[in-house]
């Protein structure tokens, strides 16, 4: 009868390849404290890198501390700088700006991304290569996305306004995306929209090609039309993906900075200024430490807390 060979444990394996120092302390060993050895530095960087600026930026929310004056008294001053930002109408304009572009560039990005899976998942003759053409924008770097619209939108020089001007006929001039009050949000719509659809729609092609073909298969056998099947098969089993790009698209856009401050840096006046460009005036302008630590908590607060709610959604979905 032929021996089985026992398979050597997690720890007997690291110790064999060890130095003979080692092999002595590891031979004592069990895998889960060996596990815990080869994670323990990650956690130890994570905890260095995440939560110590949390705790560090929380205590000095609720200080007077300038970073352009390190050595002057430190105070606290409780929960003023709390109450400063509750009630001061700036801030509140700076969060409704926040709120128009993540609500538009969700939707957008969900509907023309769905649009793009469903096409794309049909695989037509080279799609392929449409596919890989499509995902370019992402690709690229938001400094470069930025710099590259903010020529297009020049209304002299800008293709963007002679595109304009050849479909509806107005004069290139006569309109400036990035200057005028009405246009400057939905010139940082558009180009955001244009750079992370292929994201969302990546993802939802995902949830595209997992749906089993027997489903369909045994709605034909029923006669369910085409539109039948779309909205009682497809559209219910890839809603699951479909609330996951809008979880990561949310919370992308609501720390939006490097594409508004490119495009406007908050113009025209405060029309286009974000949560993330205010949060930049108060701290490395006006260098209120404090009070841009406090905005930053209040920040990650609300991102935390909608987060958490949105993800309790999600998984009710995914349950049923």
Do not use: C
């Not at 000095?60 to 929960?79: D, E, K, M, Q, W």
């Not at 023309?112 to 049909?122: K, T, V």
């Not at 903010?150 to 990035?178: D, K």
């Amino acid at each position: 009868m032929t021996e089985v060979t026992p398979v050597p444990s997690l720890a007997d394996r690291v110790a064999s390849a060890s130095p003979d120092w080692v092999t002595r302390r590891a031979n004592g060993l069990s895998d889960r404290s060996i596990a815990w050895l080869f994670i323990a530095p990650t956690i130890v960087l994570l905890l260095a890198i995440n939560i110590f600026p949390l705790i560090w930026t929380i205590r000095l929310s609720f200080t007077n501390y300038r970073a352009n004056r390190p050595n002057a008294p430190l105070l606290s001053v409780g929960i003023d700088h709390y109450q400063s930002i509750l009630s001061d109408p700036d801030i509140w304009a700076a969060m409704q700006a926040t709120a128009h572009f993540v609500v538009w560039t969700i939707v957008l990005q969900t509907l023309l991304g769905f649009a793009l899976a469903y096409l794309i998942d049909r695989k037509f003759r080279g799609h392929a290569l449409w596919t890989t053409i499509i995902l370019i924008p992402m690709m690229l770097s938001p400094a470069v996305v930025g710099n590259f619209w903010r020529f297009l939108y020049q209304p002299q020089i800008g293709l963007f306004n002679y595109l304009v001007a050849f479909v509806s006929g107005v004069p290139p001039s006569s309109f400036e995306m990035i200057g005028s009050v009405k246009l400057a949000p939905w010139s940082i719509i558009l180009v955001d929209t244009w750079m992370w659809t292929p994201y969302v729609a990546l993802i939802i092609l995902a949830g595209l090609r997992s749906l089993p073909d027997y489903i369909y298969e045994a709605a034909e056998v029923d006669r369910a039309s085409k539109w039948r099947q779309f909205w009682s098969i497809t559209l219910p089993m890839v809603l699951p993906f479909i609330m996951l790009a809008v979880l990561f698209r949310g919370i992308e856009n609501f720390k939006m900075f490097d594409m508004v401050n490119l495009l406007t840096s908050g113009g025209p006046g405060s029309t286009t200024e974000v949560a993330s460009i205010t949060l930049k005036r108060e701290a490395f302008e006006k260098w209120r430490t404090g009070f841009s630590s406090a905005f930053a908590v209040i920040l990650f607060v609300t991102v935390f807390g909608l987060a958490n709610i949105y993800v309790k959604a999600l998984n009710r979905v995914r349950q049923r």
